[in-house]
């Protein structure tokens, strides 16, 4: 926007938009005559090719902008109610196990806690449920054998809109997080319109994994300048990916045109423990990691013993690239370590680490049938230059405590890294891409995921 007026004209346009749709979720003070005037522009703007889509790029990017405030504004009120509920629940429960005589009454709290807890993990909503819903509308419809007779509709456009913000750098959902499922209709034809609007470009996929809470979404935000959400708890649900466009500076060095980042929500995730909990954790894991040229591993601290399980399920899926003839590279990231300095300590965490994959390799050989003995013979690794280690993101304790300098370092030397091993990869096309997330989704769907995947190849 050039000037004052345009700003406030727009803002204008967002302010109508936001009371259409939900009347309750703003209001401001009204002088006499501006709902007349309201009610015009309303027209005024649905008329204009219906919404958003009648918007340019910069009046897209305020409009979400102030959508996701808006948004932001509403759940945190509703989030701090329902952590002061928790709270008094949980303290009356405290107080309840210290009676043995009031069992009834302590299952009673115990379960109402439970319901509280369910409710906390589903109050929050931003954006990314509303590009969601564009894709369950645009699936529903696409799975009509009779379409309607008016000729296009509304929901026909949907892919187009989200391939413009996709390719505007917003973060789009590759997996549900609620569902656990992708979108098999939804999310190809995303990625044709993304082709169509850029071309079949050369993109280099770069995953990461790790537990839950463990700085996945903080790194690749720092490191790039991303919009991945950032929050203590199980911010982050299933997967979203993020096109970034290759620098002028780097387009000689790089021999592809974007880096198309996908971020996962944390494994092991506390909320999800049950039964269901590792075989969603495989499928996660298993997907991306087929899905990625490169795959970061975080690890939170600097002992692999207490990340066995996860390693077990990174492990595993390496192992069923390596079957079916798929060649990603992995670097182990050790966030939050106290003296990344301290070169014989680092070189203990490696070899324990080292050992540890090499169990895991071991261990995950015999549920896929499959011969090896060592990490090295699954994937190219090298435990000298793969592992890195990053010192904790604050010097004390937030909110007062102000940003670690060395964790700066540790990410730009990280960022280095990666465009290092990038430089000799060719990455693969979008529309590669695209035929690697239905293949492999499909081939996931399947009991046996190694013959499934090998005859879609």
């Given at each position: 926007m050039t000037d004052q007026r345009e700003m406030l004209a727009l803002l204008e346009k967002v302010d109508v938009m936001?009371?259409?749709?939900?009347?309750?979720c703003y209001t401001r003070p009204k002088c006499e005559g501006a709902h007349e005037e309201d009610k015009i522009k309303s027209s005024e703007f649905q008329g204009n090719q219906q919404g958003i889509s009648s918007l340019t790029p910069s009046e897209k990017e305020y409009f979400l902008k102030w959508t996701q405030?808006?948004?932001?504004?509403?759940?945190?009120?509703?989030?701090?109610?329902?952590?002061?509920?928790?709270?008094?629940?949980w303290s009356e429960v405290l107080m309840l196990k210290e009676k043995t005589e009031q069992s009834n009454q302590l299952r009673a709290k115990q379960q109402?806690?439970?319901q509280i807890s369910e409710k906390l993990h589903k109050a929050t909503f931003g954006l990314e449920h509303i590009y969601r819903e564009m894709g369950q509308i645009y699936e529903a419809h696409a799975s009509l054998q009779k379409q309607p007779l008016t000729g296009q509709t509304d929901w026909s456009q949907y892919p187009e809109l989200a391939a413009e913000l996709m390719i505007s750098g917003h973060p789009i959902e590759l997996m549900d997080g609620d569902a656990g499922h992708v979108p098999i209709t939804w999310i190809p034809r995303l990625l044709e319109e993304v082709i169509q609007k850029l071309g079949d470009k050369r993109v280099f996929v770069l995953s990461v994994l790790g537990i839950q809470s463990s700085g996945k979404s903080t790194m690749l935000n720092a490191m790039f300048g991303l919009q991945f959400a950032v929050s203590v708890g199980r911010c982050t649900k299933g997967a979203f990916m993020q096109l970034l466009k290759v620098s002028d500076e780097l387009r000689d060095l790089l021999k592809f045109d974007y880096v198309l980042v996908v971020d996962t929500e944390g494994l092991r995730a506390l909320e999800l423990a049950g039964d269901s909990t590792l075989h969603r954790d495989n499928e996660l894991a298993t997907f991306v990691v087929g899905l990625g040229n490169m795959t970061l591993i975080n690890v939170f601290g600097e002992n692999p013993s207490e990340m066995q399980d996860v390693l077990q399920i990174v492990v595993q899926?390496?192992?069923?690239?390596?079957?079916?003839?798929?060649?990603?590279?992995?670097?182990?990231?050790?966030?939050?370590?106290?003296?990344?300095?301290?070169?014989?300590?680092s070189m203990e965490g490696r070899r324990r680490l080292q050992e540890k994959l090499d169990k895991m390799v071991q261990l995950a050989a015999k549920e896929e049938v499959y011969d090896a003995q060592s990490f090295s013979r699954v994937i190219s690794f090298n435990v000298h230059e793969d592992v890195k280690y990053f010192a904790q993101l604050w010097e004390g304790s937030p909110p007062m405590a102000?940003?670690?300098?060395?964790?700066?370092?540790?990410?730009?030397?990280?960022?280095?890294?990666i465009i290092s091993k990038a430089s000799q990869s060719t990455g693969i096309t979008l529309s590669q891409f695209k035929s690697k997330v239905q293949d492999l989704?499909?081939?996931l769907l399947n009991e046996n995921f190694v013959f499934s995947f090998k005859k879609n190849l």
């Open positions: 936001v009371q259409e749709n939900n009347p309750s405030l808006f948004i932001d504004d509403l759940t945190t009120e509703n989030v701090s109610s329902i952590l002061q509920n928790y709270d008094g629940t109402e806690l439970e899926a390496f192992m069923r690239m390596k079957v079916v003839k798929l060649s990603p590279s992995c670097v182990f990231v050790h966030q939050n370590v106290a003296d990344v300095a301290a070169a014989e300590k102000p940003p670690n300098p060395g964790y700066s370092e540790s990410i730009q030397d990280l960022k280095n890294f989704w499909n081939a």
